[in-house]
């Protein structure tokens, strides 16, 4: 038999990975309101586990805690949204050159190894594709970040990357944006490991930029 404590986080992974997938979806709407009882009914799993779940996507900015015990799906408001953009375009164009001139050997294959991955699975056909693709961007600019051994800029990014507005909008995008994005990958891993500061930093904030735009026109369309 599996230890108790064993089985205990498999089932908050699994609640985790369901509660978050759902969210991304558009099953769990943005403003929704969450109760443990009814997602653990939902995932068949007891409270406990939710309640870790639930703690881990507030963290991650998928789900905001709200007066008492109140938690909703995350909303993310215009301004909100162009603020987290225009201050990554800053943060990861820093964090892109001090990369290109710190990076080791084994970060910069991994960013390859990250970029091919995203490459490979565009465009999307399946879920699993998609989740792929979502799951090795987030790792793509965190390695960024962890290649510019900063620490400052490391505790700034915690701040300021908020994977639940990354990943809802890198959701909405359209096949060509998608396929577009996933170039900017492979080019800012090569521009990275040609040692180019003035290219990765470059090629960093015109992803970025495009991602903004991408992620405007998605709420635009969205709006009645």
Known sequence: MPEPQTTKLAAAEQAYRSIRADIISGALAEGERLTEERLSQDLGVSRTPVRD???RLTHEGFIVRQSGYTTRVARFPEDEMTQVFDIRQLLEG??????????SAEDIAELKRLSDVIWSHTPPTTPEDFTRISEANEAFHRRIVEA?????LTALMSMAFDVGM?????RRYSTRELERSAGHHREIAEAIAARSPDWAGAAMRTHIRAAQSAAGKSDAAAKP
Not at 94 to 103: D, G, L, P, T
């Open 94 to 103: 820093y964090a892109s050159e001090r990369a290109a001139k710190m990076a």
């Open 148 to 152: 510019a051994r900063s620490p400052r």
């Open 166 to 170: 990354v990943v809802r909008t890198y």
């Open 53 to 55: 779940a639930i703690r």
